[in-house]
Nanobody, 111 residues
Framework: QVHLVESGGGEVQPGGSLRLSCAASGMIVSMYSMAWFRQAPGKERELVATITSGGSTNYADSVKGRFTISRDSAKNMAYLQMNSLKPEDTAVYLC?????WGKGTLVTVSS
């Protein structure tokens, strides 16, 4: 059974940085494409970034150049490095592999 646990969220000022982590069990992260989604209050879930099993990455236009998705096969974890954060980045961030989801971690960008 796949289990995903996100961590690393918190409150940060505009322009700040956070690194989110996704700890995976029950699967090997390097074998699958993984994704980070986010959902802001009152809004639909939005795809933020993906990384394929081959290591190719893709980003939503809204985060391109600011966010970086990565994976550590040895630790069986995925990450989302978020720089130059904006208030509109405020959301619950969720890790996704195939049909499995974590419970999310809240990121709040506010002055």
């Amino acid at each position: 059974q796949v289990h995903l646990v996100e961590s690393g969220g918190g409150e940060v000022q505009p322009g700040g940085s956070l690194r989110l982590s996704c700890a995976a069990s029950g699967m090997i992260v390097s074998m699958y494409s993984m994704a980070w989604f986010r959902q802001a209050p009152g809004k639909e879930r939005e795809l933020v970034a993906t990384i394929t099993s081959g290591g190719s990455t893709n980003y939503a236009d809204s985060v391109k150049g600011r966010f970086t998705i990565s994976r550590d096969s040895a630790k069986n974890m995925a990450y989302l490095q978020m720089n130059s954060l904006k208030p509109e980045d405020t959301a619950v961030y969720l890790c996704n592999v195939r049909l499995d989801w974590g419970k999310g971690t809240l990121v709040t960008v506010s002055s």
